[in-house]
């Protein structure tokens, strides 16, 4: 385990990846996109503090380090394995306003649902969600565990590269709202790198949101939400904002993969497709040559069935994923794709954005924990509730359908379906053998079930997995990008030669940099042999993995 044949060492180093090795360590591990964040989950294993423990600390400091990806007003999706081999799935992501029907969007001359303001906000379930995770394993009370966090809100963390570029993007949006204006262009100007962003606000929040996360959901700060939200032309009750108070808490979703298991968060998350792909693709991938032109071609094709499936008749409130995951089903899609008959994407709107962040963290009792959240596109609705320094998310513009009679379709009391989704690898005894995730929107089904096969199929550490080529197929089933014609897209150093063969097997090869895929992936492995671990951070963005003695 962890170890490349010294075939695909010779093809990492034709395809780039950074020589470096991953990051060992014995006593724990954590990985996450910013040095801050990473640093925040190791100090806590350093103090005794378990993964639990650790994830929470990090997702607080994340939604400083990294602001316009997630946030207190975002969704978030856990994987949690305990020592005893046991995986539990915690879900929070909330429902659009009661009021909200598909005739309300039209009645305003709407032709989807708006991916700004009010409109494009559901009910946040982070906070539920990391709520419920605390209760069932944290060791630590909540207020301790970010406070750290809390107090960096109130002196400010320095402003980095991705932010300052995040807030150029979007700065005629963040200058329309007040709050946002105020943290992110202070005195009218975009912040230089290394500023502090002071959120004295949010700082606040934190500290009351810790002490009592119910309060999230009802009383003032709920009705202040609310009050914002519909004063923007939302039409919520309040009713749908504390009914997200309850989070989606159950066993995860798992199939057999490389001899192997693999466990992924339930809808509304698409965790089901990943397996769709691992099991279309079990056996297959792991007889050709890594990353090959035919490899690629499989798994792109077994990836645009999931999309051409997941849009043909997948809703979060129905069972049509279960039939999709059914024998006779997934034999039939291997029929289609070993006959090369792979469905064209749907019908059109607009461009994609989007951004998430996402972290491991594993302890030295064998506690692990893949948790992933998001403000849906970068600052999400780009609107603050007042005085709170909560920035909402527009997961009900991006991921609701404003299609007659769609499974999708934008409906009060139905959540939309996700592009987050989080997983863990465990043998058949429940012995953790990997844990990871990455953001990206449509991309993370694919660059998942591209991680998994990488450690399984073929035994590469996660140095050299994180940081292989990515290809990604294109439309997914995002709202705003339904239609839009299909291709192919692939980091450069997957090679001329192969690029070219996959055009000929008939892909429409769209070529991108050599690091421009996109994502920011996680992986922390195990040697089964020693229990010692194995981490890295996607080298495509800023951050680390770090190891506990």
């Known amino acids: 385990m962890c170890a490349a044949p010294p075939t695909t060492a010779a093809q990492a180093d034709e395809f780039g990846c950074p020589g470096r090795g991953p990051t060992i360590a014995a006593g724990g591990m954590v990985a996450s996109n910013h040095p801050a964040v990473s640093r925040a989950g190791a100090d806590v294993l350093d103090a005794g503090g378990n993964a639990v423990d650790a994830a929470l600390a990090m997702a607080a400091l994340s939604w400083l380090a990294l602001p316009g990806q997630c946030g207190l007003g975002g969704d978030a999706f856990v994987l949690l394995r305990r020592p005893d081999g046991t995986v539990t799935a915690f879900g929070g992501s909330g429902f659009g306003p009661d009021g909200g029907d598909p005739g309300f969007y039209r009645e305003h001359g709407l ?83 290394g500023a502090p ?26 009705e202040r939400a609310v009050r914002a939200l519909v004063d923007g032309g939302a039409p919520f009750s309040g009713a749908e904002w504390e009914a997200t108070a309850e989070p989606l808490v159950g066993d995860s979703l798992t199939c057999r993969y490389g001899g192997a298991v693999v466990h992924q968060t339930p809808p509304p ?7 769709q792909q691992a099991r279309l693709n079990d056996g297959r991938l792991s007889a050709l040559p890594w990353l090959s032109a035919e490899a690629v071609g499989r798994a792109a094709g077994a990836a645009r069935l999931a999309f051409a499936d997941r849009f043909a008749g997948c809703g979060s409130d129905n069972g049509r994923w279960r039939e999709l995951l059914a024998e006779d089903a997934l034999a039939a899609a291997r029929d289609r794709l070993d006959a090369g008959d792979v469905p064209a994407a749907p019908a059109p709107p607009v461009p994609v954005d989007g951004d998430t962040t996402s972290m491991v963290a594993v302890d030295a009792d064998g506690t692990a924990v893949s948790l992933i959240h998001s403000l849906a596109f970068t600052f999400g609705a780009r609107m603050t509730v007042p005085g709170t320094g909560i920035v909402l998310n527009n997961r009900l513009g991006r991921g609701a359908y404003l299609i007659d009679g769609h499974p999708n379709e934008v409906r009060p009391r139905r959540r939309p379906l996700h592009t987050l989704n989080a997983w863990l690898v465990t043998d058949d005894r429940g012995g953790l053998r990997h844990v990871g995730n990455t953001p990206g929107g449509d991309g993370q089904v694919q660059w998942n079930a591209q ?75 195990v040697y089964a042999d020693t229990g010692v671990l194995a981490g890295a951070s996607d080298p495509r963005q800023d951050g680390v993995a770090l190891g506990v003695r």
């Open 269 to 275: 998350t698409p965790g089901w497709m990943v397996l």
């Open 111 to 193: 032709a989807a649902v708006p991916l700004d303001g009010a409109r494009a906000v559901a009910v946040p379930g982070a906070v539920a969600a990391l709520a419920a995770l605390h209760a069932d394993a944290a060791t630590r009370d909540l207020p301790r565990l970010w406070a750290p966090a809390a107090d960096l809100a109130e002196r400010g963390l320095p402003c980095t590269h991705k932010t300052r570029a995040d807030v150029l993007e979007r700065r005629a949006a963040l200058a329309r709202d007040p709050g946002t204006a105020d943290v992110f262009l202070p005195g009218g100007a975009p912040p230089r790198v």
């Open 197 to 222: 962003l002071r959120q004295p606000d949010l700082a606040r929040t934190l500290r009351r949101v810790a002490a009592d996360p119910a309060s999230f959901y009802t009383g003032d700060l709920a």
């Open 451 to 525: 991680l998994i096969s990488h450690l399984l199929d073929h035994d590469l550490d996660p140095a050299t997995a994180v940081a292989a080529p990515r290809f990604t197929v294109h439309p997914g089933s995002d709202a705003d990008v339904i239609g839009q014609p299909p291709e192919l897209r692939a980091e450069s150093r997957l090679g001329a030669a192969r690029l070219e063969a996959l055009r000929e097997l008939g892909h429409d090869v769209r070529v991108q940099g050599p690091w421009a895929a996109g994502g920011g992936a996680q992986v922390v492995s």
